[in-house]
């Protein structure tokens, strides 16, 4: 990664685009590289500047959900945080489903922002108290997974759902990140999830309202 976090942000509100972009350029670790009104503009953006994080509005123009799951498709290497306010559950689910790293609140401060970019960039997966609430609270419950998990995959599991890297969780253990990629592969086979966001997800949901700091 460049010295300093190329950010790419899509928003169709002119107000948010400007306060976030402002502050983002006086950080000495952030870049806006560009910005987009809708999810068009921000793919073609994609395609000619080199970037690390988009911060995604998902309800622009050509919807935030048809940008990220494009993204996905075309296997565009960058990371995506979404801004939400958590009013609609079908499209949190689905950016949940489609990889999203990370959520932001829109209801929050813009600093708050310019960190999650910051802890997205890491390799980290960021979830505000706000959407661990928000998950715990859902009427569906997650399914029990296919077999129980192994005290070391419930240990593991955790430490996705609090947004830790795969390195992080082997300095933590003192394993090799060869096998927490094995005991997590595990995990996402007896959960029937497909990636760590997903995971980390159903761990908030299965927990009830457990948050972390």
Do not use: C
Not at 32 to 55: I, M, Q, S, Y
Not at 114 to 140: C, D, K, N
């Amino acid at each position: 990664m460049p010295d300093r976090v190329r950010v790419i942000l899509a928003d169709d509100h002119a107000l948010v685009l400007e306060g976030l972009r402002n502050l983002i350029d006086g950080m000495p670790d952030l870049q806006v590289v560009a910005t987009a009104n809708n999810g068009d503009e921000l793919l073609r953006l994609l395609e000619e500047h080199p970037t690390d994080v988009v911060v995604l509005d998902l309800q622009m123009p050509f919807h935030g959900l048809l940008a990220l799951a494009e993204i996905r498709k075309r296997a565009i290497p960058v990371k995506v945080l979404v801004l939400t306010a958590f009013s609609d559950g079908e499209s949190i689910q689905s950016a949940l489903e489609l990889s999203a790293e990370g959520f932001a609140l829109k209801t929050e401060s813009p600093t708050q922002t310019v960190e999650a970019i910051r802890q997205v960039a890491s390799g980290r997966l960021v979830f505000p108290h706000a959407a661990q609430r928000w998950l715990a609270t859902q009427r569906t419950a997650p399914p029990p997974p296919e077999a129980p998990l192994s005290p070391r995959e419930e240990e593991m599991l955790s430490f996705v759902a609090k947004g830790m890297t795969n390195p992080e969780i082997a300095s933590t253990l003192s394993v090799s990140e060869n096998t927490v990629r094995f005991h997590l592969k595990n995990v996402y086979e007896k959960l029937h999830v497909t990636n760590r966001t997903e995971a980390a997800a159903w761990y908030l949901r299965h927990t009830k309202g457990k948050t972390f700091e």
